[in-house]
């Protein structure tokens, strides 16, 4: 049996593991349930295989014809059917290459490229200008490639902004630059509406190389960057540095709204926000999922995201269609702490009256299907303005009650890391004042480390799994929450670990629900339920009276590791069976604690909880599968 799930993680099971668990992981059924529980296994005397960690190629999961080569499902949730092969060799320009060496010849080349030519772009040469990039109806073996005649990194690595002779962004991570210099073509964006790059309706087989795109260093109020013509096609943003300016607005980087097999690959996007006295609203760096066109296969890997809103989001405006097979790997998405009041070196926006940047969270699903997100690095979420600084934010709607067919479904997330945030995870459909949807199902979170989540200093509600409900049409089901490692700083004086938001004017939750070997943070209320009894599924904090009642159809939780649990709520009366509740961390033993904070957090050989998860691995996310999944993202 092989599968996906185990390329990062444990390669064989010892052979007494929990056979029901791992088929339930493999897609051959559900896990058996005994009175909403099941049961743990046996402490192990021996370990079980080694780990095999792999870092990958933008190419993992998908064959040159675009056949999805991964497995076809992680537990309940499929993974997706088709996805973009972006290798250099399936894109050919094999025809001759037209000079573009000012705007004005950009823009002729373009009007009079045909398929298979390349158009060279000077190093170092900044062409200013709203350039269109017009429908050709090229095939597969004629792309048009537009590229920079500098010297870049190699097919698959991230370019930096090095490559534009920028030695350092304050506030970003550093990256290797001994010798910065201007090897990328600049495309900047000109008027009050500038757009470097725009796509036609119906462009098709472009693949960017190399570009720094832009919009003028001025204050005014700037829309998206690469903007998508309904029914593009076969679209490839490789190794380009798009950005914003250092305070004005810039809402977005890319729009892929109505694209089909299209990627933004090894590339760099910074200073896309908006700002809370503004007038663009929420900024991100890549969005689409929204309109009246077909959207997918779409592929986001191996880019250094940073956009105050969401880093990436797909949904939330009307349309009439769902995006299908979006892969979402080895990124990382960041915020930097300049835009957070009060920290050293703050930095208000302009446009409008000014104001705090505008951030919400970094990943966001509002409308998806057949989603994996695998291997990204997620760091510095804070509230402040309409969500609580969640780094995982899953929330199909209907929005505005103009997408009706909207929902998020079969979304597998795992192998990440987030770090420095108000929150952990939420999966909350919520109609925001719209009725209808579609129904929203098979949610798989397994093995993602949360760290530092701390309402204090990220200025949130701290908790570390949110799960809630306020659909009247379609709730959700089929929920796997599993093998998550996630740390809360439990100053709050009412924080809660795990919080059900439920209200039973809307009729039960359906499906089943798995919340299973996880090792995180208790608290002094671990459990809660918004809504009081009668409108709620019970705020009694007594975790096997929340799942009975909230999840009628079944539910499943077992060997979890819950530390630190406050009394009264620190007895195994109130939790399922199987569920252990050391009284601090010192007890887990983990490699190194600090505090939840860039520790090591595999447990040590004399812990004793080492392979005691009901499947026979360490309970928690497999910290080593994690980083090797995140090997080189930073």
Not at 2 to 12: A, I, L, M, Q, S
Request: proline share 4%; glycine share 12%.
């Amino acid at each position: 049996m092989k599968n996906d799930w185990f390329r990062y993680g444990t390669v064989k099971l010892v052979v007494f593991a929990s056979l029901a668990v791992v088929c339930a992981r493999l897609g051959f059924g559900q896990a058996t349930t005994t009175g909403g529980k099941v049961a743990g296994a046996a402490t192990q005397s021996t370990a079980p295989a080694a780990v095999q960690v792999l870092t990958g190629a933008d190419n993992r999961y998908c064959d040159a014809s675009g056949t999805w080569t991964g497995a076809r499902k992680d537990g309940v949730a499929e993974l997706p059917r088709t996805c973009v092969y972006t290798a250099l060799a399936a894109t050919p320009s094999p025809g001759s290459a037209v000079a573009a060496h000012d705007a004005a010849g950009l823009t002729s080349a373009l009007a009079a490229v045909q398929c298979g030519q390349t158009i060279s772009l000077d190093a170092g040469v900044t062409y200013s200008g709203n350039f269109t990039f017009p429908a050709k109806g090229c095939d597969n073996a004629h792309w048009i490639t537009v590229k920079t005649t500098g010297t870049i990194p190699a097919e698959g690595v991230r370019i930096t902004p090095c490559y534009a002779n920028v030695a350092s962004l304050v506030g970003r991570p550093a990256y290797s630059c001994a010798a910065p210099s201007a090897q990328m073509a600049k495309l900047v964006g000109t008027g009050g509406t500038a757009v470097p790059v725009t796509l036609a309706e119906g462009a098709d087989h472009y693949r960017l190389i190399g570009l720094e795109i832009t919009r003028p260093s001025d204050n005014t109020t700037q829309g998206t960057l690469i903007l998508g013509g309904n029914q593009a096609s076969r679209i490839i943003i490789d190794r380009c540095w798009v950005h914003g300016v250092t305070t004005a607005e810039t809402r977005r980087g890319v729009w892929t709204s109505g694209w089909t097999y299209a990627a933004v690959i090894d590339s760099y996007f910074t200073d896309f926000h908006c700002n809370q006295n503004g007038a663009c609203g929420d900024a991100q760096a890549i969005a689409g999922g929204t309109g009246n066109y077909a959207s997918g296969p779409l592929k986001i890997v191996n880019n250094f995201l940073e956009a105050a809103a969401e880093g990436t989001i797909f949904g939330g405006d009307v349309g009439t269609t769902v995006p299908v097979d979006l892969e979402f790997r080895r990124n990382h998405y960041w915020k930097p702490f300049q835009w957070q009041p009060g920290n050293a070196g703050y930095v208000a926006g302009t446009g409008g009256s000014g104001g705090s940047m505008i951030v919400k969270n970094h990943f966001e699903l509002k409308n998806a299907t057949r989603t994996l997100f695998e291997g990204n690095l997620l760091e510095n979420v804070w509230g402040g303005f309409s969500q609580q600084a969640y780094p995982f934010t899953i929330t199909p709607v209907n929005q505005s009650s103009g997408c009706a067919v909207c929902n998020v479904s079969d979304t597998v997330i795992r192998y990440n890391k987030s770090g420095h945030s108000g929150g952990g995870m939420v999966w909350s459909p919520n109609a925001a004042g719209a009725a209808g949807g579609a129904a929203s199902r098979r949610l798989v979170f397994h093995d993602n480390v949360m760290e530092d989540i701390d309402h204090a200093k990220y200025n949130a509600n701290g908790v570390e799994f949110f799960l809630a409900n306020s659909w009247p049409d379609n709730n959700w089901g089929d929920t796997d929450v599993e093998h998550n490692t996630a740390f809360l700083n439990t100053s709050l004086q009412y924080p809660h670990a795990v919080y059900l938001d439920h209200d039973l004017q809307y009729g039960n939750l359906t499906g089943l629900f798995n919340f299973s070997n996880n090792l995180y943070t208790g608290t002094a209320y671990p459990w809660w339920a918004s809504l009081g009894v009668g409108t709620g599924c019970g705020n009694s904090d007594n975790p096997i009276a929340m799942l009975s009642a909230c999840f009628p159809n079944g539910w499943t939780s077992t060997n979890n590791v819950v530390v630190g649990v406050g009394s009264p709520y620190n007895t195994a009366a109130h939790w399922p069976a199987n569920t252990t509740l050391p009284a601090a961390w010192a007890d887990v033993q983990l490699m190194n604690y600090n505090n939840g904070n860039g520790g090591d957090y595999r447990l040590a050989g004399s812990s004793p909880q080492k392979w005691r998860g009901s499947d026979g691995r360490d309970p928690g996310a497999d910290v080593d599968a994690v980083n090797g999944a995140i090997a080189g993202v930073n």
